[in-house]
């Protein structure tokens, strides 16, 4: 069965250094979006992307963030200097079209410190 | 805006019995889809089960079944015949329909269900 798949699963970065998680979505999905859990707390939205562009975002989303699908395949998230309360669980998904289901990769835990 | 809420953190069943996971939402839409995925040690989201709002029969799949009251806003798991494979975080999830194909989860805090050998 056709996977998400998330690199790297761990990433430990000093505060206020720029990390990029990384994501291949399933091939023919079309639609792709990023969720974060806080350890011990619920999955929360932070942006939708679609044709290139971003669709919807979060409040969480902010000028720190940034998406990117650069090359057809890739679907980056970066955040450009971290902070402590950025550390958290970080979920790709992507959907075909509207009708279909999502498929979560399996996170990339960063941290923070 | 909508809201999920499940309002047990923890829940308990002893391997080969049945339980049942709450999750109530508010919303003003007719239109949604709801969904639970579990959440094993892995931290992997994986979809157990969804339901069409229009729907007016129940999803099940395979041991997992939905009771789903729209009227009441409610919509709840049931896990028959616990394995420990089970044991997991479970999540609720709502998913509007209006917005289109952009549309994002909203989620519900999960719950932890743990199974007794």
């Known amino acids: 069965e056709p996977e998400v798949t998330q690199t790297p699963s761990h990433q430990v970065t000093q505060m206020g250094q720029e990390v990029i998680l990384r994501c291949v979505p399933i091939s023919n999905h079309l639609y792709f979006y990023w969720y974060r859990q806080i350890l011990g707390q619920k999955v929360e939205f932070l942006v939708s992307?679609?044709?290139?562009?971003?669709?919807?975002k979060s409040e969480i989303f902010d000028d720190q963030f940034s998406v990117e699908r650069p090359d057809g395949s890739n679907f980056t998230l970066k955040i450009r200097s971290t902070k402590l309360e950025d550390s958290a669980m970080y979920f790709c998904?992507?959907?075909?079209?509207?009708?279909?289901?999502?498929?979560f990769g399996s996170g990339t835990r960063l941290t923070v410190v | 805006a909508q809201t999920v809420t499940q309002s047990q953190p923890e829940m308990s069943v002893q391997e080969a019995e049945t339980v049942t996971l709450s999750c109530t939402y508010d919303?003003?839409?007719?239109?949604?889809?709801l969904f639970w995925y579990k959440q094993p040690p892995s931290r992997q989201m994986i979809l157990v089960i969804r339901?069409?709002?229009?729907?007016?029969q129940n999803a099940t799949e395979n041991r997992f079944s939905v009771n789903f009251q729209k009227a009441a806003k409610s919509f709840s798991l049931k896990i028959s015949d616990s394995q420990l494979g089970d044991a997991a975080m479970y999540f609720c999830?709502?998913?509007?329909?209006?917005?289109?194909?952009?549309?994002?989860?909203?989620f519900g805090k999960g719950i932890t269900l743990s199974v007794r050998p």
């Open positions: 339901q069409e709002a229009y729907k007016q």
């Open positions: 992307f679609y044709n290139n562009e971003i669709s919807e």
């Open positions: 998904a992507s959907r075909r079209t509207a009708n279909y289901g999502y498929t």
């Open positions: 919303t003003s839409e007719s239109d949604y889809y």
């Open positions: 999830a709502y998913r509007s329909d209006y917005t289109g194909a952009n549309s994002k989860l909203t």
